[in-house]
């Protein structure tokens, strides 16, 4: 008799851009859902893997943690761990295949659980839930059968129109409604304006570090993102221009870069501005969080300055309201309009109808703004909270940036220590953590650990979890 084949998980690639204990947590989650792994089954323990794959126990011990988090396994104590035996095997979601050739690192995962510290996430206690159900109920009892038919492409007029209210009055934007194109986030907005303004092998300026979402995406539209350094002023312009003078576009996010939240100092925005001008490039600004500034009123958008059409300005409402909205706007130059009307018409269907008039709704009658405020007030707050546990906890091992704004710290290592292997073992202790070496092209040399402070609602949860995180940084 023979006894029964434990499966094989193929070894990780050192060599590839993707962390390694990425690469265990997708090996593993592929096994589960190919049945290769059943519900009920025992996975191997630690240990074992680890001899098996000739990785650091930290790794494995990530890969099971995210795993857990997510739902996939279950820890049983003395009996081992096991694949999570109501686990739908049939229905199991589709795993997103990595392109053959990696070509970038893919640092942030979203667990379906939220995690302390997670990162990208507005303070989930506090979005007036009652308010947004009222609004919600009304708009869906309003709703006619020709509201049933498909959206309009770029978005729903009254939806548009209160942007570009809200965007003059808030950020200094200046645009009419028809220069503003909704979609469903960021990524949808850069790929809209790719599609209408690139071609195949464009360079593209992008900051780094810089958000690797819009790294992947720009190289998966066959473009060539060229890293151009940011110091305390911002992108280095003169950098740039050296890198790559005739580059198509540049990808900024000028009120808080992402992420070491610097601003975009003035002679750099005119210089930008006007190497834009000269080479007839594109600017994009992405201003995911310019509204949450604690330290003075939020600056001006860049495309405030543009008098020549250069600046395609992205916002969203992921940081505002909340990410599951899938709500995001582009505001094109008003030459542009009717390119991206025809790109639009080719690429998308449209948003989703009820959630735009619902959110319409929610600008008009004053939630929006009052929202706004009370969150950027609760914020400063956290934040305060969040700097003053950390400090008094973690003492010398870290310091923490002095940022005029954002939504995260950025604790940097005293001591030359791995931010990676931190974040590693953050993630294995049910902590969110990324590794600023993850977003960085080419080596870092000050590394630091970046998280959230907007849902740790007071300082003894600020305390409790800095206390969590202090025997990970020995
Ligand atoms: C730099 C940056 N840009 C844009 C976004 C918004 O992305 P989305 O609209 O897809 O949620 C985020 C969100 O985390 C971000 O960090």
Redesign the pocket.
């Known amino acids: 008799m023979t006894a029964p084949q434990r499966p094989t998980i193929p070894a990780p690639d050192p060599q590839a851009a993707e962390p390694l204990y990425r690469q265990v947590y997708q090996r593993l989650r592929d096994a589960i859902a190919k049945g290769v792994l059943k519900p009920g089954d025992r996975i191997p323990s630690a240990r074992a893997l680890m001899a098996e794959l000739g990785v650091a126990r930290g790794t494995i011990e990530s890969a099971y943690s995210l795993l857990a988090a997510e739902g996939f396994i279950q820890a049983r104590g003395q009996a081992g761990t096991i694949v999570a035996p109501d686990l739908p095997s049939q229905h199991m979601p589709a795993v997103l295949v990595p392109p053959a050739k990696a070509v970038t690192a893919a640092p942030s995962f979203r667990p379906e659980t939220t995690l302390p510290f997670q990162?990208?996430l507005p303070a989930l206690d506090a979005f007036p839930r009652k308010i947004w159900a009222r609004l919600g109920a009304r708009c869906v009892r309003a709703m006619q059968p020709a509201d049933m038919a498909h959206p309009p492409v770029a978005g729903l007029p009254s939806l548009r129109a209160e942007i570009a209210a809200y965007l003059h009055v808030a950020r200094g934007v200046r645009c009419s409604p028809s220069q503003i194109f909704v979609t469903s986030?960021?990524?949808h907005s850069l790929a809209l304006l790719a599609q209408s303004l690139l071609q195949r092998g464009d360079r593209v300026w992008m900051e780094n570090p810089g958000?690797p979402p819009?790294r992947e995406l720009l190289t998966r539209l066959l473009l060539k993102p060229v890293p151009v350094p940011v110091d305390a002023d911002g992108l280095d312009v003169a950098q740039g221009q050296r890198a790559a003078p005739r580059a198509r576009a540049a990808v900024v996010?000028p009120a808080h870069q992402?992420p070491l939240g610097v601003s975009l100092s003035l002679p750099r925005r005119l210089a930008l501005l006007d190497w834009a001008k000269r080479q007839e490039a594109w600017i994009v600004e992405?201003d995911?969080?310019g509204e949450y500034r604690y330290v003075s009123r939020p600056l001006p958008a860049l495309q405030s300055l543009d008098r020549d059409g250069r600046v395609l300005y992205a916002g969203?409402f992921?940081?505002v309201l909340f990410?599951s909205i899938r709500l995001?706007y582009v505001v094109v130059p008003e030459a542009l309009v009717d390119r991206f009307e025809r790109t639009a018409e080719i690429i998308t269907g449209g948003s989703p109808q009820l959630t735009q008039a619902i959110v319409g709704a929610f600008i008009a009658e004053g939630h929006f703004a009052r929202h706004i405020q009370r969150t950027r007030k609760l914020y400063a707050e956290r934040r305060a909270q969040a700097v003053a546990a950390l400090e008094q906890v973690l003492g010398r091992s870290i310091r923490i940036d002095e940022q005029p704004g954002g939504m995260h710290l950025i604790l940097r290592l005293q001591g030359r220590r791995s931010d990676r292997k931190l974040v590693e073992r953050m993630l294995a202790a049910g902590l969110y953590g990324e590794a600023l070496s993850d977003w960085t092209q080419g080596r870092v040399s000050d590394p630091a650990v970046l998280v959230a402070f907007t849902n740790i609602a007071s300082s003894r949860d600020a305390t409790q979890l800095a206390r969590r995180l202090q025997p990970l940084m020995a």
């Open positions: 990162m990208g986030g960021y990524r958000y819009t996010t992402s992405d995911y969080d969203t992921s940081k990410p995001a």
